[in-house]
């Protein structure tokens, strides 16, 4: 390949994300759709007896976050929301027991894909995957949230957007 035609690839090159690697630092929530907009969408087609049952534990269970903290210290990766405790999962995507400030229960994961990063929460009720994906240009974060419950009509998605915090 001509030298010319390298130099002007190479800029392009070095900004695609690496394939599996996890993002890591620490973010600030810099925009969010209305999730209450959102839950209400998702759950209108359930009958009148369990819309608001649903609705009240999609919103009580996926609250803002404002700060988002990433790791990989060894085979390990490490996720702390806010000032919560932080989640420590192997990186080789096997789930281990966590058990959140309410009490209640999950299996949590955490792997790789071509896409970023996937931590998944799995409860008797259902489950949550946060599908991590870093800009390398602007070094700010997307996070996608899907929720999946034999319970709801279909999956609940929404995309929170993260901007890098000193």
Do not use: C
């Not at 955490?110 to 602007?138: C, H, I």
């Amino acid at each position: 390949m001509p030298r010319r035609r390298l130099s002007r690839l190479l800029p392009l090159l070095l900004a695609l994300p690496l394939a599996g690697q996890v993002p890591a630092g620490s973010w600030s929530l810099a925009a969010a759709p209305d999730l209450t907009a959102v839950i209400n969408a998702a759950t209108a087609p359930m009958n009148f007896l369990t819309r608001p049952i649903a609705r009240s534990r999609l919103k009580q269970t996926n609250p803002l976050r404002a700060r988002i903290r990433i790791a990989h210290p060894g085979s390990e990766i490490t996720i702390q929301y806010d000032d919560s405790p932080a989640q420590h999962m192997p990186d080789d995507g096997s789930p281990v027991a966590w058990k959140r400030e309410d009490g209640e229960s999950f299996m949590i994961s955490a792997r790789t894909d071509p896409d970023g990063l996937v931590q998944t929460y799995k409860a008797e009720d259902g489950e949550r995957s946060n599908r991590f994906r870093l800009d390398p240009a602007t070094g700010s974060l997307a996070l996608t949230v899907t929720i999946r419950s034999g319970r709801l009509p279909g999956p609940v998605t929404y995309t929170l957007s993260y901007r890098p915090s000193s």
